[in-house]
Protein backbone atom coordinates (compact mmCIF):
# COMPACT_ATOMS: atom_id res chain seq x y z
CA UNK A 1 0.00 0.00 0.00
CA UNK A 2 2.76 2.20 0.49
CA UNK A 3 4.47 1.35 -2.42
CA UNK A 4 1.17 2.42 -4.41
CA UNK A 5 0.85 6.10 -2.45
CA UNK A 6 4.58 6.63 -3.33
CA UNK A 7 3.73 5.63 -7.01
CA UNK A 8 0.90 7.95 -7.01
CA UNK A 9 2.17 10.99 -5.19
CA UNK A 10 4.91 10.78 -7.47
CA UNK A 11 2.66 10.74 -10.36
CA UNK A 12 0.72 13.95 -8.65
CA UNK A 13 3.98 15.72 -8.51
CA UNK A 14 5.36 15.20 -12.09
CA UNK A 15 2.10 15.90 -13.62
CA UNK A 16 1.55 19.29 -11.24
CA UNK A 17 5.59 20.10 -12.06
CA UNK A 18 5.48 19.32 -15.92
CA UNK A 19 2.26 21.49 -16.43
CA UNK A 20 3.83 24.24 -14.18
CA UNK A 21 6.61 23.84 -16.58
CA UNK A 22 4.84 24.13 -19.60
CA UNK A 23 3.15 26.72 -18.84
CA UNK A 24 5.75 28.88 -17.81
CA UNK A 25 7.55 27.72 -21.08
CA UNK A 26 4.63 29.35 -23.10
CA UNK A 27 4.81 32.68 -21.21
CA UNK A 28 8.25 33.38 -20.60
CA UNK A 29 9.15 33.59 -24.43
CA UNK A 30 6.46 37.28 -24.76
CA UNK A 31 8.81 40.27 -25.12
CA UNK A 32 6.28 42.14 -22.24
CA UNK A 33 7.36 41.73 -18.89
CA UNK A 34 3.33 41.82 -17.20
CA UNK A 35 2.06 38.25 -18.10
CA UNK A 36 5.24 36.94 -16.79
CA UNK A 37 4.50 39.03 -13.80
CA UNK A 38 1.16 38.07 -13.39
CA UNK A 39 2.18 34.41 -13.66
CA UNK A 40 4.46 34.98 -11.09
CA UNK A 41 2.32 36.51 -8.57
CA UNK A 42 -0.58 33.63 -9.53
CA UNK A 43 1.58 30.93 -8.81
CA UNK A 44 2.63 32.43 -5.21
CA UNK A 45 -1.32 33.12 -4.61
CA UNK A 46 -1.87 29.58 -6.03
CA UNK A 47 0.40 27.66 -3.57
CA UNK A 48 -0.46 29.91 -0.41
CA UNK A 49 -4.24 29.46 -0.97
CA UNK A 50 -4.13 25.93 -1.42
CA UNK A 51 -2.09 25.31 0.85
CA UNK A 52 -4.10 27.30 3.43
CA UNK A 53 -7.43 25.30 2.20
CA UNK A 54 -5.18 22.07 2.17
CA UNK A 55 -4.73 22.71 6.37
CA UNK A 56 -8.24 23.92 6.97
CA UNK A 57 -10.46 21.47 4.52
CA UNK A 58 -8.49 18.63 3.60
CA UNK A 59 -11.12 16.71 1.79
CA UNK A 60 -12.28 20.04 -0.60
CA UNK A 61 -8.42 20.64 -1.12
CA UNK A 62 -7.80 16.99 -2.23
CA UNK A 63 -11.14 17.74 -4.88
CA UNK A 64 -9.47 21.19 -6.14
CA UNK A 65 -5.94 18.97 -6.76
CA UNK A 66 -8.22 16.57 -8.54
CA UNK A 67 -9.88 19.13 -10.90
CA UNK A 68 -6.27 20.93 -11.60
CA UNK A 69 -4.51 16.96 -12.58
CA UNK A 70 -7.49 16.84 -14.84
CA UNK A 71 -7.28 20.09 -16.12
CA UNK A 72 -3.06 19.59 -16.71
CA UNK A 73 -4.24 15.67 -17.94
CA UNK A 74 -6.53 16.85 -20.71
CA UNK A 75 -3.78 19.87 -21.32
CA UNK A 76 -1.03 17.91 -21.87
CA UNK A 77 -3.38 15.61 -24.28
CA UNK A 78 -3.82 18.59 -26.79
CA UNK A 79 -0.22 19.33 -26.54
CA UNK A 80 1.23 15.49 -27.46
CA UNK A 81 -2.06 15.73 -30.35
CA UNK A 82 -0.45 19.07 -31.59
CA UNK A 83 3.13 18.35 -31.73
CA UNK A 84 2.17 15.12 -33.20
CA UNK A 85 0.50 16.89 -36.24
CA UNK A 86 3.00 19.48 -35.90
CA UNK A 87 6.11 16.25 -36.41
CA UNK A 88 3.30 14.78 -39.22
CA UNK A 89 3.15 18.08 -41.34
CA UNK A 90 7.21 18.14 -41.37
CA UNK A 91 7.60 14.62 -41.65
CA UNK A 92 5.18 14.89 -45.07
CA UNK A 93 6.70 17.59 -46.32
CA UNK A 94 10.24 16.10 -45.89
CA UNK A 95 8.71 13.23 -48.31
CA UNK A 96 7.22 15.66 -50.60
CA UNK A 97 10.63 17.80 -51.04
CA UNK A 98 12.45 15.00 -51.60
CA UNK A 99 10.29 13.71 -54.08
CA UNK A 100 10.55 16.65 -56.04
CA UNK A 101 13.80 16.43 -56.37
CA UNK A 102 14.71 19.28 -54.20
CA UNK A 103 17.99 18.78 -52.25
CA UNK A 104 17.60 19.12 -48.38
CA UNK A 105 20.35 21.30 -46.41
CA UNK A 106 22.72 18.86 -44.12
CA UNK A 107 24.99 21.81 -42.99
CA UNK A 108 24.29 23.78 -40.06
CA UNK A 109 24.91 27.24 -39.18
Known sequence: MQL?????????AFLAHGGKT???????????????????VGEDIGAVSLSWIAVQHPYFAAGVVAVLLI??????????????????????????TEGKGIARSTTSC
Do not use: H, W, Y
Not at 4 to 12: F, P
Not at 78 to 85: S, T
Open 71 to 96: VILLLMRRVVRGLRRLFRSGRKLSQA
Open 22 to 40: ALRAVVTPSSEPFSNMVLS
Open 4 to 12: ASAVLDGLI
